[in-house]
Each structure stands twice: as C-alpha cells, then as structure tokens.
C-alpha cells in the first residue's frame, strides 16, 4: 500500500485541510493559529484513500488532486473546482485521464473522446477528426501555451482552438510513450529512446544549444546514443532520465533549479530597463533582487487578504475567490520576471541569469542510480533507487521539504524522509507530492546502517 505526502504550498488548505469552519467561534480560532500557508515538512495528503491501484496526481498552483478508480478527489474540502461540485453531465464521464494544469483549464480524456471543461463544469468536446472509433486517448498534458494528447497506439496530437471550437491536429512523430509540458515548451519521449522538443526556447529549455523557438518537434541532438525512460518540463527548465540511472538536465537555473551553482547577484548597468536586440521575440527578465522585492511586496498583500479571509469566515466562497484572484497576480510575476531584455543570456556578463541551453549531467553522491525526476516551477526533485529523496531550486513556498524555506542549489537528500521508502514524486509549481511504500527488511536494514553512521 502507498501513502502520499505532501510539501509546499498551502494557500488553499491543499496539503492541510486546517482552514477556518463556520461551527464556531473557537474552531475558527483553533483553526486560524493552526493554518499556515506553507508547509516545509512533508504531511500526509489524501488519508482516507487507499492507494494501492493505478493512480495519477494532479498539481496546479492552488490544488492538489488524485485521479483513481476513474474519478478526480481533491486533497482540500476548500477546492473550488468542478471535481469537487456535483455537476450531473460531469459524472457521467468515465474519466482515463485528466490534467488541469494551464490556460485551457480542465482537459479530460474520457471513453466519449477529449473534452476541454471549465471551472464551472461546462465542457466542450473536442472535434478529434478521427473516423476509428476503437481509438483511445490515453493521456493528456496542458501548459500556458499548450495542449496535447496521446492516442494509446502512440500517436499524438496538440488540442487547439480554431473557428470557436477546439480542434485535434496530429503531430507527425515516432511512437511515442511520454508527453509532458512545461509552461510555453513540451518534452517528448519517442519509444525508441529518443527526445524531442518544441516551443519557445528562450530560456534554453529546448536543448538545442540556442535560445529558439521551434514550432515542430525537433531532436534534442545531445541525447542522441543515450537510451532515455523518462522526461519532465518544469516551468523553463527540462530533464530527462536515462535507462542506467542518470539525470540530463537544461533550461533555466535563476533559483538553482538545475542542480548547478548559481551566479552571483546581477549588477544590471541600468535596472529596470531594457536592453537593445533587435530581436522582439525574446521574455523580459528582472534581476534577482528586484523580483524578489517585487514578490514580498505582493505577499504583504496576499496575507492582508488571507487574514480578512480567516475573520470573515461566514461568507467563504467571495473570501477565496478574492484570495485566488490576488495570488493570481503573484503567479503572473513570477511567469513574466521582467527587466531586460537580451539576445544571448549566457554570454552577457552583465545579468546575473544562468542557463543551460544543452542537456548536462548532473552527479549524485556517490554514483547512485535515480530511479524518478520531476521538475516543478523552478525546483526539481528526484528519487534515487534506494528510496532516498532529494530535491533543490526555489524553496520559497517550503517546496523542497527540507523544514525551511531557502533555496537550494544543488541537490540535497530530503533528510525527513530517512525511515520511509519514496518510490515517485511530482511537482508541482509551488508543490511537491511524494509516494512511499511500506519499507521492505532490506531497505528496513540499510536505512538502520546509514542511521548509525550519522
């Protein structure tokens, strides 16, 4: 049997259902010095549920959610999202996969087909053009700027919205066994071992060595010869794992999230403007410090409106609909980080950014086999073959699960989880959930060996 467990993030109870009820004046009191909106330290998620079947965990900014037996559970009763509604057409649905990562909203890979559905339960099915009616979608994966979906023969596709209706286009590739996104960028993972990328690459998270974006799948040349199993986006980072245990990993590394030293703070010759390039097609970025300030700024403001959210308890719903609106806008500072503008980041010695725009590999201690990687916004974690758990990038939200909120840029065992046994993990943008088995007396042993040594 599994148990999941969950760090980072709680905003919206999503790890620890402890937000304020209505039954009383001293539960809402109890309640209130007990909720935190982060949580450092790795807690328990989806108690009631026995998970010892094929499950799929789901992370958005504000939600946690576990699809098993066909069906979508949230980890918080505070979810406002059309899973936890009774929304009788939805019911109906015999769901195979779901993802509600993204700009689309909720994408839903049913035995009626794809349908694309809101927060409020409306959904729309998608116009698959496929005459076969045998054929299944079997998985989907959203971002902000895409959307695709893979057939069970392998084949795939990007969902896109043409002629006020959402439409599937096929994408001409190999059999392909892994389909993942990142926020404007999507990994592809061939059966033959091969990786793919296409989207905007200005941050290097494509791996083709320059900063451009590709409209088609296009071969990550550096891994060619090394036989891959796994690929994960994060948000402008990518890592892949190979057959034999190691971590490739490139992209974007402002918070360290590519496992590799970060440079020292930026000294921008004129912070808060941009620089020249011709070339239009390239994010702004602000140096550290300034999006840092930027952030506490709206912080001060979030936890003004999560206190008026605790006090006026009785009317719930406005509350957190006015909380989600405000952390909105922080997740929309974090995706634009704007204040410069530059063609080739890696070269400019002015700004204090780094980025791998080719695959490296990263070292574990010791030479031990990863057996997962999963890449957050800009945090990144790994299972290693032995059980361990280590994460490293952006930890502002406790989502490293280290007991602390710093920022990691290397690697770092998650020292908590010593006595248990992970087997996967997921990130999510400001989340990480974990999946532990019951230890077996071999791995009992080696966890009492490593314990006598500390």
Not at 280 to 287: A, E, G, I, V
């Amino acid at each position: 049997m599994s148990t999941l467990f969950g760090f980072g993030y709680n905003g919206f109870s999503q790890i620890s259902d402890n937000s304020p009820s209505t039954s009383s004046s001293s539960t809402q009191s109890s309640s209130k010095q007990s909720f935190s909106r982060f949580i450092s330290t790795p807690s328990e998620i989806f108690r009631n549920q026995l998970i010892n079947d094929t499950f799929k965990i789901v992370i958005t900014w504000s939600s946690i959610h576990l699809l098993k037996d066909q069906q979508v559970i949230c980890a918080s009763k505070s979810c406002s999202c059309c899973f936890s509604k009774s929304v009788e057409d939805f019911n109906k649905l015999i769901l195979l996969d779901v993802d509600l990562n993204g700009i689309a909203g909720y994408v839903i890979s049913c035995t009626e087909g794809l349908t694309v559905m809101n927060g409020y339960g409306c959904h729309e099915k998608v116009d698959s053009g496929i005459k076969d009616s045998s054929s299944t979608f079997k998985s989907v994966s959203l971002g902000d700027t895409h959307v695709i979906a893979t057939q069970a023969d392998g084949t795939f596709g990007e969902i896109i919205y043409a002629d006020s209706h959402y439409i599937y286009r096929p994408l001409s590739l190999a059999r392909v066994c892994q389909v993942t996104c990142g926020k404007e960028h999507v990994l592809i993972l061939t059966e033959s071992g091969d990786v793919y990328s296409f989207g905007i690459g200005s941050r290097g998270q494509l791996g083709h060595g320059i900063p451009n974006s590709e409209k088609e799948p296009r071969v990550v040349e550096a891994l060619q010869g090394i036989r891959l199993s796994a690929v994960s986006c994060g948000g402008w980072h990518s890592a892949a794992l190979s057959a034999i245990g190691d971590i490739y990993i490139w992209g974007w590394n402002e918070s360290g999230q590519l496992g590799f030293p970060m440079k020292s703070k930026p000294t921008l010759r004129t912070q808060h403007k941009k620089l020249n390039t011709a070339d239009s097609n390239y994010p702004t970025y602000c140096d550290k410090e300034t999006q840092e300030k930027s952030s506490e700024n709206i912080e001060s403001k979030i936890k003004a409106e999560q206190s008026e959210h605790e006090i006026l308890n009785h009317n719930r719903t406005v509350s957190n609909n006015k909380l989600e609106s405000s952390l909105e806008s922080e997740k929309i500072n974090e995706d634009k980080a704007s204040c410069s503008r530059v063609k080739d980041l890696s070269s400019h010695g002015d700004v204090g950014l780094q980025f791998s725009m080719i695959p490296s590999l990263l070292d574990f201690p010791d030479d031990i086999t990863v057996s997962k990687v999963s890449c957050g916004s800009r945090h990144s974690a790994a299972v290693l073959e032995n059980g361990d758990l280590y994460t490293w990038g952006w930890g502002k939200y406790g989502q490293l699960g280290h007991g602390d909120t710093n920022t990691v840029d290397q690697p770092t065992q998650v020292k908590m989880l010593q006595k248990k046994r992970v087997t996967d993990v997921v990130c999510g943008a400001w989340n990480t959930v974990i999946v532990c088995e019951t230890p077996t007396l071999a791995h009992s042993q080696t966890i009492l060996k490593s314990l006598e040594k500390t």
